[in-house]
T-cell receptor, first 115, second 110 residues
Framework: NAGVTQTPKFQVLKTGQSMTLQCAQDMNHNSMYWYRQDPGMGLRLIYYSASEGTTDKGEVPNGYNVSRLNKREFSLRLESAAPSQTSVYFC??????????????FGPGTRLLVL | GQSLEQPSEVTAVEGAIVQINCTYQTSGFYGLSWYQQHDGGAPTFLSYNALDGLEETGRFSSFLSRSDSYGYLLLQELQMKDSASYFCAVRDGGYSTLTFGKGTMLLVSP
């Protein structure tokens, strides 16, 4: 049981290049999320998927696209990378409980540097 | 929208007790969560409060006052390994996403 996995762990891009960050979870969770974390800014939601086949914008979606490939996988794509997208990207998944609690489980993160 | 306020940094010594406060403003409220993140690591869930009062899990406790829009995380018998960032997070609806605070960095010294 690996939980949430992300690839790659590190990536360096030049401005204008594209790339896709991969995320997979093996907990059979319905909901998946992409966050970015910058120093002093906490975790900011980029996109999320409440269930297979649906995606919605979060707080900071500009410059990103997502695909919920199936229940396990949720990818994040940067079509034309910019230095402002230098960040640490976390994927997470969750499942609601009857109490209203929804614990999110995070992947190890992808550290992206855009030059 | 939602906003959360927590101190940026707290320092304490081993064996001490420390309290990390969180105040929030939301249009609705569906619970306050706390997450821990060690440097370079992934955030991990610590606790959740939906109702007023104190929830205890080992050395960690979390408190909520919905009328004051306020909560705190209490860490007792501090250990060096507790040095990490701590984030409070809220949901404002029955099926909505979490909004995280900017985090409090806890530094535990010998």
């Amino acid at each position: 049981n690996a939980g949430v996995t992300q690839t790659p762990k590190f990536q360096v891009l030049k401005t204008g290049q594209s790339m896709t960050l991969q995320c997979a979870q093996d907990m059979n969770h319905n909901s998946m999320y992409w966050y970015r974390q910058d120093p002093g800014m906490g975790l900011r939601l980029i996109y999320y998927s409440a269930s297979e086949g649906t995606t919605d914008k979060g707080e900071v979606p500009n410059g990103y696209n997502v695909s919920r490939l199936n229940k396990r996988e949720f990818s994040l794509r940067l079509e034309s990378a910019a230095p402002s997208q230098t960040s640490v990207y976390f994927c997470a998944s969750s499942e609601s409980t009857g109490t209203g609690q929804e614990t999110q489980y995070f992947g190890p993160g992808t550290r992206l540097l855009v030059l | 929208g939602q906003s959360l306020e927590q101190p940026s940094e707290v320092t304490a010594v081993e064996g001490a007790i420390v309290q990390i406060n969180c105040t929030y403003q939301t249009s609705g409220f569906y619970g306050l969560s706390w997450y821990q993140q060690h440097d370079g690591g992934a955030p991990t869930f610590l606790s959740y409060n939906a109702l007023d009062g104190l929830e205890e899990t080992g050395r960690f406790s979390s408190f909520l006052s919905r009328s004051d829009s306020y909560g705190y995380l209490l860490l007792q018998e501090l250990q060096m390994k507790d040095s990490a960032s701590y984030f409070c997070a809220v949901r404002d609806g029955g099926y909505s996403t979490l909004t995280f605070g900017k985090g409090t960095m806890l530094l535990v010294s010998p």
